[in-house]
């Protein structure tokens, strides 16, 4: 399990992320987070593992999907290629219930 950043924490910080959304496009419809790249998990998997996302090893990465699973996963395959990344504790529904 990689480290988390709850809601309130990112929305302090939200300039200071790269906000990548791990969900499939259909689930944008309910709302994403402003700012953030849409790349569905195993997207992001294959774009880390094939180093298309290398550009973003300077960056401080969070990932976020509906409940925080997927995101998990996409933050461990980040950190396991050198990524300073963590994950939106209760995802996108946190994120709503914040607002």
Do not use: H
């Not at 990548?20 to 953030?36: F, H, Q, T, Y």
């Not at 849409?38 to 960056?59: A, E």
């Not at 980040?78 to 300073?84: R, S, V």
Request: aromatic share 8%.
């Amino acid at each position: 399990m990689v480290n988390t950043i709850t809601a309130s924490e990112l929305k302090e910080s939200l300039d200071e992320y790269y906000i990548l959304d791990v969900r499939e496009p259909d689930e944008e419809a309910n709302g994403k987070i402003d700012g953030s790249t849409l790349m569905p998990l195993g997207m992001s998997i294959r774009n880390t593992k094939q180093g298309k996302l290398d550009d973003l090893k300077n960056k401080k990465i969070c990932t976020y999907c509906a409940s925080g699973y997927r995101a998990n996963i996409a933050a461990i395959e980040l950190e396991n290629a050198g990524f300073n990344v963590v994950n939106l504790e209760g995802g996108f529904m946190a994120w709503q219930k914040s607002q």
